[in-house]
Structure formats: C-alpha cells, structure tokens
C-alpha cells in the first residue's frame, strides 16, 4: 500500500519574534485533516505545546526540527506512488537572497545561525524517495510589518528545478494574513476547504484554482486588502497529480493518464512508472490498462531491447475513460526498503527522537536486471505497485489501444484494409467548399471554409468498435451553416494574435499547443476585435462532429480503417497543418495531430443534449470542458470522429490545441 507522510509545524509562541495568534492551530487542523480524512500513517506534528514522544521535547526549534530533517531523511524509505508533504504555519524571512523558516527560537538579528534555510529543507525532503513531495508554505507573515521583500522568490525558483510541489499562501510582496472571525489564518481556510468536502480540489491544478479564488475572497472580505496564493508546479505533469485520491474524478484519472502515455512515448520509462502507479492508486488497482501495461513490462524485463507492442484492435462495447493511447509499457516498480518507524500519529503528537533509518535487505533481488518477473500474477503486480489495498471504491473500464507502425493500419474494423482507406478519402475530395481569409498581420493569414448547414447522426451507432458510453445516445441534429478555420491554429497566428508562443513543438505551421480553454477563448475575442465582418469563437460540440463527418457515417471521415498515411495518430510530436488529406469539405486533421477544445462543458453523455447544433454551457462540473479529434500520440481509437474527451480548463498540454469558426455580425 502507498505510503503517506507528513511533518505539520505551526508556531504561535517566539522568543525573539512577535506572536502569532493562529499558526498552531493552522498546523493542528492540516495535521487532523491529514489524518482523518487523507489517510495519512504517519505525521510529525511540532507546536508550542506539542507532547514529548518517548521524552523527547517536541518544541519547534532548530535544534528539534534538524534533528528530524537529518535523521529520517539520511536514507530513502519511500518510492514510487508514495507522498510526503511538509506544512509550516509560521514567520519566514528573506536573509542575503535566501528564505529562512522561523524556528520559535529563531533571531531575527543572526538569520544565519539561527532559522533554518527553506532550500535545505526541500533537499531533505527530496531524499526520502517518494515521487511526490509537497512542500507548503504559511511563512510570509514576517513580523506583520513592511521589512522588504518575503519570502518566496528562492524557493520558488529551486522548486522549478528540484519538481518539488510548492503551495506558497502569498507573493513575496504581500503578507499572510490571519483572521481573527475565522481564528484560521486566511490560506489555511481555503486550503482546508479546498482539499476537503467543499472543494474536493483532488489534483494540484485544481487546489491552485481554487486558491487563487477563495483566499482573495477571505482577505478582501475581512481585511479589505490583497493576499494572492501561488503554486509552483513543474514539469507540468506535475500539476495534475492526484493529492486526495478519494475525490478524484475520471477526469482527473484520464488527465493522469494522458501524462502517463506521453511519458510512454517518449521512452521516460521512470516516469511513466510513477504515473502508472498513481493512475493505479486513485482507481484502488481496478484500471485494468495499467495493470495489463504493468504485467506487459513484467513479462520484458529481461529482455536487453522492448519489442514494439503488437496492434490490438478496440473491443466492442468497452468503456473508456481516457483516449489517448500507451506505445511501450512502463517498468514495475522494484521492492521498496523497509522504512523507519515514525510516530503513527492519528493524534496530534510530536516528533521525538528520529533514529537513523535501517534498511533492510528485501528477500528478492532489488536489481530490476536480476528479478524474474515473467511468471508474476496479477495480483503480484498490484501488490508490487503498492495499491492491492487501496480500497478507494472506484472502478474505470477502458478500452485496449491501438498502436501501430509507421504506415501500417490501425482497424476500427479487423475486416479491412489500407487500401480501401486511400481509396475512400480519394473519392471524398470534391467538396466544393467556399472559403475567406482573414489577414492577422505581417502577411499571416487564416483560412476559412464554409460549412452548409444540415442535419446529422451525432455520437456513435451501438456496432461501432470502441465506442464509449458517453457518445450515446446517438441523436440527430440540426446545424445552421458556419465558417470553420481550414486547420488547426497556427503557432504564427497564435504569435500574431496573443504575441507569444507557449508550443513545445516549434515550427510556425505547426498547431499552437499548450493552450488552455480560456486561452484558446481569449485568441478569439482578440481576432474578433480585429474584424468587422464575423465573430470568432470556439465551435460548439455537435459543429465540430458535424464538420469533421463531413456527411459520413464511418468512424473515420475516410471510412473504417486508419493509416499513418492519413493521420498523424502514432508518433512522437505535431505536423505542420495540411501535412495529410482533407475531408469532403476542406477540413484538415480533423482526426489526430492535436486534441482540439470546444465550447461546450463536458456531460457523461448526451441526454438532454441541445438538438439545434448550440454549446452545450452547463453540465456536473462546469469547469471540465471538452476535446475532440485526438492527437499525436498512439491512440486511433481517440480519433474517431465520435469519440469525446475532456479536461479541466486552465490545462495546458502539448497535445492539445484548437481551431476556430466564424459567423456572420449580425
């Protein structure tokens, strides 16, 4: 089972510092959530008043708390799947460019000698082993009065480089304040909130939105000032792990999936490992994918070279909460050391005296060269994964994947071949498709084809091989006539447009990725600024299936079958737009390349869908919006022209971007 630790440190009472009225009950009440309702084994809990632990002094100061950061991080005792968070309610300074934590016998007057450096904490915490490390910050309070900048800047620039997660209750230019109506400080409120029932903030990316609207809202409503949290993700994979498993939703399993695939691709087989086991532990080992690419590795361990994955062909009638596609399985993990034994603190109790963990010699080899892995059960995987207990009550089905060679088929139907793909999309090429160009600077143009209205089947019929159950139930629709963008936005129409490029993948006729929702939303306000003629804007879901059908009934626009002649599905990166054919109105990769946004919220499935080609603007959670067309990555099966995806939307990927469409000013 994963382990979960934490050190919780709250310190009212200084002897060289001015008190603090709420800090200790700040770190008691992230100590019981921690406990109670996280599930955390093991907590060191230090305050002003905290019990002695087999007679030794809990009392936050430097001599206590380097004593634990020495002595339990000497050895690594956890791995892969595993977390550790640190919480510190407190004074912080800035000393010679360098944050400090106040121990309660800290002196103001010799930093140095006296506070503890937040990066030597952050290095100690990194030793112990676990793939997800949570370093947060109440300590910018800084004597409650202007002495120069806080603290945050060091921190925040090392946590770049070191993927520690860093939750910071302020910039380093403002104060945290403490509410006397709330008897909380005002970050550790949404903060508590935010990872409880209220918020049920699961993953990091939705703790740091819910934080940059809640503590705002404290402050202004109390103090009548400003206090503005910040989070420091990277790499950004980082952002969508999953901190509360039990509220975590498919969304956010998918999203961790997504990462995982893209690590798959990319051969990062250590990280794709980490992120297998969490898709693992927030689906309490039900994820039958993960499982079967963990037994796949189990099974390749010993060989010197990992043979490419034989194509699959999707089941029919299976459930899938993701759609993106795995390339080459990931490793499993090796036996874990045995750990030392801290304080199992289900009450607030100190930290005591921290030994020198002893590891032990595990029974089997530890070398993942010498373990003999081929002969191992399923339940040995799960078990080896840490998650045979995790209990957590959610169970995700999803489909088998479809990788394939270069120019190879990929089947949405065994019975068919290449060659009757080529043939199809040969005869489709006939739209007579009417088209504008907008200028948008410096010779930059977009192109714009016009799309007849008509009525259409939306979502997939029950034979379809891999559909899911959110594209049911399948219903007409009825779209007026639009513009769509010809491809997906350009990296040099996003530049001439928003003035930046965020893209991983460079080249100026390659899709703009790594956009967000609003971002994608905000480029079309600003192009529609630019225009007199026609208002620019996401497309609603039933426009986008529409367009991309083209008058299709197949799973693909060119018929049953996918080649990587016709799409970019399998490989490792984005095409130049227009690098493979078009459908019958001019419409270029619509399937693969990169997952596109609409404007619609996400619904489980089509009921109650609107019937006159509109967005759909309300669902469950009206911050999950939706993706279509696939991507890059190995997955055809997320390419058809039915298949639905979504993500919450301030993510930013490098296989996700977006096309838009015009209509007429009224």
Same mark, same amino acid.
């Given at each position: 089972?994963?382990?979960?630790?934490?050190?919780a440190?709250?310190?009212?009472? $200084? =002897?060289?510092?001015?008190?603090?009225?709420?800090?200790k009950?700040?770190?008691?009440?992230m100590q019981?959530?921690?406990?109670?309702?996280?599930?955390?084994?093991?907590?060191?809990?230090?305050?002003d008043?905290s019990?002695p632990? =087999?007679?030794?002094?809990?009392?936050?100061t430097?001599?206590?708390?380097?004593?634990v950061?020495?002595?339990?991080?000497?050895?690594?005792?956890?791995g892969?799947?595993?977390?550790?968070?640190?919480f510190?309610?407190?004074?912080?300074?800035?000393?010679?460019?360098?944050?400090?934590?106040?121990p +309660?016998?800290?002196?103001?007057?010799?930093?140095?000698?006296?506070?503890?450096?937040i990066?030597?904490?952050?290095e100690r915490?990194?030793?112990c082993?676990?793939?997800n490390?949570?370093?947060?910050?109440?300590?910018?309070?800084? !004597?409650?009065?202007?002495?120069?900048e806080?603290?945050g800047?060091?921190?925040a620039q090392?946590?770049?480089?070191?993927?520690?997660?860093?939750?910071?209750? +302020?910039?380093?230019?403002? $104060?945290?304040?403490?509410i006397e109506?709330?008897?909380?400080?005002?970050?550790t409120?949404?903060?508590?909130?935010?990872?409880?029932?209220?918020?049920?903030?699961?993953?990091?990316?939705?703790?740091?939105q819910?934080?940059?609207?809640?503590?705002p809202?404290?402050?202004?409503?109390?103090?009548?000032?400003?206090?503005?949290?910040?989070?420091?993700?990277?790499?950004?994979?980082?952002?969508?792990?999953?901190?509360?498993?039990?509220?975590?939703?498919?969304?956010?399993? /998918?999203?961790?999936?997504?990462?995982?695939?893209?690590?798959?691709?990319?051969?990062?087989?250590?990280?794709?490992k980490?992120?297998?086991?969490r898709v693992?532990?927030a /689906?309490s080992?039900?994820?039958?994918?993960?499982?079967?690419?963990?037994?796949?590795?189990?099974r390749?361990?010993?060989?010197s070279?990992i043979?490419?994955?034989?194509?699959?062909?999707?089941?029919q009638?299976?459930?899938?909460?993701t759609?993106?596609?795995i390339?080459?399985?990931?490793?499993?993990?090796?036996?874990?050391?045995t750990p030392?034994?801290?304080?199992?603190n289900?009450?607030?109790?100190?930290?005591g005296?921290?030994p020198t963990?002893t590891?032990?010699?595990?029974s089997?080899?530890?070398s993942?060269s010498?373990?003999?892995?081929?002969?191992?059960?399923?339940?040995?995987?799960?078990?080896?994964?840490?998650?045979a207990?995790?209990g957590?009550?959610?169970?995700?089905?999803?489909?088998?994947f479809?990788?394939?060679?270069?120019?190879?088929?990929?089947p949405?139907?065994?019975n068919?071949?290449p060659?009757?793909?080529?043939?199809?999309?040969?005869?489709r090429?006939?739209?007579?498709a009417?088209?504008?160009?907008?200028?948008?600077?410096?010779?930059?143009?977009?192109?714009?084809v016009?799309?007849?209205?008509?009525?259409?089947?939306?979502?997939?019929?029950?034979r379809e091989?891999?559909?899911?159950?959110?594209?049911s139930?399948q219903?007409q629709?009825?779209?007026?006539?639009f513009? @769509?963008?010809?491809?997906?936005?350009?990296?040099?129409? $996003?530049?001439?447009? @928003?003035?930046?490029?965020p893209?991983?993948?460079?080249?100026?006729k390659?899709?703009v990725?790594e956009?967000?929702?609003?971002d994608a939303?905000?480029? +079309?306000?600003?192009?529609?600024?630019?225009?007199?003629?026609?208002?620019?804007?996401?497309?609603?879901?039933?426009e986008?299936?529409?367009? +991309?059908?083209?008058?299709?009934?197949?799973?693909?626009?060119?018929?049953?079958?996918?080649?990587?002649?016709?799409v970019?599905?399998?490989?490792?990166e984005?095409k130049?737009v227009g690098s493979?054919?078009?459908? /019958?109105?001019?419409?270029?990769?619509m399937h693969?390349?990169i997952? !596109?946004w609409c404007?619609?919220? $996400?619904n489980?499935?089509?009921?109650?869908?609107?019937?006159?080609?509109?967005?759909?603007?309300?669902?469950?959670d009206?911050?999950l @919006?939706?993706?279509?067309?696939g991507c890059?990555?190995?997955n055809?099966?997320?390419?058809?022209?039915?298949n639905?995806?979504? %993500?919450?939307?301030?993510?930013?990927l490098? %296989?996700?971007?977006f096309?838009?469409?015009?209509?007429?000013?009224?």
């Open positions: 089972m994963a382990k979960n630790w934490a050190i440190i709250g310190i009212n009472e $200084y =002897d060289y510092l001015q008190p603090l009225n709420y800090a009950r700040d770190a008691l009440l019981e959530f921690l406990g109670n309702e996280a599930a955390f084994e093991r907590i060191y809990f230090f305050s008043d019990p632990v =087999d007679g030794k002094s809990t009392r936050p430097r001599t206590n708390l380097l004593r950061l020495r002595q339990l991080f000497d050895n690594p005792f956890m892969a799947g595993d977390n550790f968070w640190f510190f309610s407190g004074h912080g300074i800035r000393y010679a460019d360098r944050d400090y934590l106040m +309660c016998d800290g002196d103001p007057e010799d930093i140095e000698n006296t506070a503890i450096a990066n030597f904490v952050s915490l990194r030793r082993g676990a793939d490390v949570v370093l947060i910050l109440d300590a910018c309070r800084n !004597e409650g009065k202007k002495t120069g806080g603290i800047r060091q921190t090392e946590a770049r480089q070191q993927g520690v997660i860093s939750i910071f209750s +302020c910039i380093p230019q403002e $104060y945290s304040y403490e109506a709330l008897q909380q400080g005002a970050f409120t949404a903060l508590l909130e935010g990872l409880g029932i209220q918020g049920k903030c699961a993953t990091v990316e939705r703790l740091e819910y934080l940059k609207f809640r503590v809202e404290l402050v202004r409503q109390h103090k009548n000032t400003r206090q503005t949290p910040y989070v420091i993700a990277e790499p950004v994979n980082k952002s969508h792990l999953i901190l509360v498993p039990r509220y975590a939703t498919l969304a956010d399993i /998918a999203t961790l999936k997504n990462d995982a695939y893209r690590a798959q691709s990319k051969r990062d087989f250590d990280l794709a980490q992120l297998w086991i693992l532990a /689906a080992g039900q994820d039958m994918e993960a499982i079967e690419a963990l037994e796949e590795i189990a390749l361990r010993n060989s070279a043979p490419d994955v034989p194509q699959q062909t999707i089941p009638g299976s459930k899938s909460v759609n993106t596609s390339s080459k399985p990931p490793q499993i993990p090796t036996p874990k050391p030392p034994s801290p304080i199992n289900t009450q607030a109790s100190g930290a005296q921290f963990p590891i032990s010699t595990p089997t080899p530890s993942p010498n373990l003999i892995l081929p002969n191992w059960s399923r339940r040995r995987v799960i078990q080896t994964a840490g998650l207990a995790a957590l009550g959610l169970t995700i089905a999803v489909p088998h479809w990788p394939s060679d270069s120019g190879k088929t990929s949405s139907n065994a068919k071949t060659g009757n793909a080529e043939a199809n999309i040969t005869k090429i006939t739209s007579d009417k088209d504008f160009v907008e200028n948008l600077a410096n010779g930059i143009t977009l192109e714009m016009q799309i007849p209205g008509g009525t259409f089947m939306m979502g997939s019929p029950e091989a891999g559909r899911t159950e959110n594209e139930p219903h629709v009825k779209v007026p006539g513009f @769509m963008g010809k491809y997906e936005i350009t990296q040099a129409q $996003y530049q001439a447009i @928003m003035g930046s490029n893209s991983n993948f460079k080249g100026e390659q899709p990725e956009v967000s929702w609003d939303v905000e480029f +079309c306000k600003k192009l529609s600024q630019k225009n007199t003629e026609h208002t620019y804007r996401l497309p609603s879901e039933a986008w299936e529409y367009a +991309c059908r083209a008058g299709t009934k197949t799973p693909f626009y060119f018929g049953e079958t996918i080649t990587t002649k016709l970019n599905f399998d490989g490792k984005t130049p493979f054919p078009p459908n /019958a109105f001019g419409l270029y990769d693969g390349n997952w !596109e404007l619609d919220v $996400y489980d499935n089509y009921q109650g869908a609107p019937k006159d080609g509109n967005a759909w603007l309300t669902g469950k009206n911050n @919006m939706l993706l279509r067309g890059y990555l190995p055809a099966g997320a390419s058809r022209s039915a639905r995806n979504s %993500n919450v939307r301030a993510t930013r490098d %296989n996700v971007g096309r838009v469409v015009a209509v007429a000013v009224a």
